[in-house]
């Protein structure tokens, strides 16, 4: 039996693929991969996040997307996806300009101005949002990167200077200071309260 090798897309083919679903894939080494659906409880925490940022009135809602946008990001080591959806992006304004029909800030687009990753369970995932996610994110150049930990109930805040992420932690009520939203008002208990 002979067995076929799956089709290798560029950037741009993938970016024109259409398969009529609402699959979301991740480019790694051009094949597509699909990527599994979001936990409730972090499609919890990022909708809670969402809401909180709006009535914080950091940037305006529709600067605000959770799970929708897909950055596209440097592949820095082999089996590096060429794209990642963060479970939550705050856009610059020119962003909404320049996206066109798809939500996908490409490479010679500026970053956005934060994204956010809550941590799913297991070793890999953990992996991913603290290390290689964290590499390609610095990469990009995205100023700030939230890793939001529900098993450690802790939320990581990372800002870049000049080439690396400098983390700062907050737990329980610890006020979450970020160096792009400077007034926000917000606790690290604030995203982990599932009882709302």
């Known amino acids: 039996m002979l067995q076929t090798q799956p089709r290798k897309f560029t950037f741009s083919e993938y970016l024109k693929y259409e398969d009529n679903t609402d699959n ?4 790694i080494e051009g094949e597509l991969v699909p990527l599994p659906p979001e936990s409730p409880e972090n499609d919890f925490i990022a909708q809670e996040l ?14 605000i997307k959770p799970h929708t946008c897909e950055v596209q990001v440097p592949v820095i080591r082999a089996k590096d996806p060429a794209n990642r959806y963060p479970d939550l992006v705050v856009l610059a304004e020119e962003h909404l300009t320049l996206m066109g029909k798809r939500l996908t800030i490409l490479l010679d687009m500026s970053p956005p101005q934060l994204v956010v990753e809550v941590v799913s369970p297991g070793k890999v995932n953990r992996e991913n949002d603290y290390t290689y996610k964290r590499a390609q994110y610095a990469a990009r150049g995205i100023p ?4 939001i930990d529900p098993q450690q109930q802790l939320v990581a805040v990372l800002q870049l200077q000049e080439d690396r992420y400098i983390e700062s932690q907050f737990r329980g009520s610890d006020r979450i200071l970020s160096p792009t939203f400077p007034d926000l008002e917000l606790s690290a208990q604030q995203l982990f309260d599932l009882s709302r």
Not at 24 to 27: C, F, G, H, M, V
Not at 144 to 147: A, K
């Open 50 to 63: 969402f809401w909180l940022l709006a009535i914080a009135r950091i940037a305006p809602r529709q600067l």
């Open 144 to 147: 700030e990167y939230w890793i």
């Open 24 to 27: 979301r894939y991740q480019l």
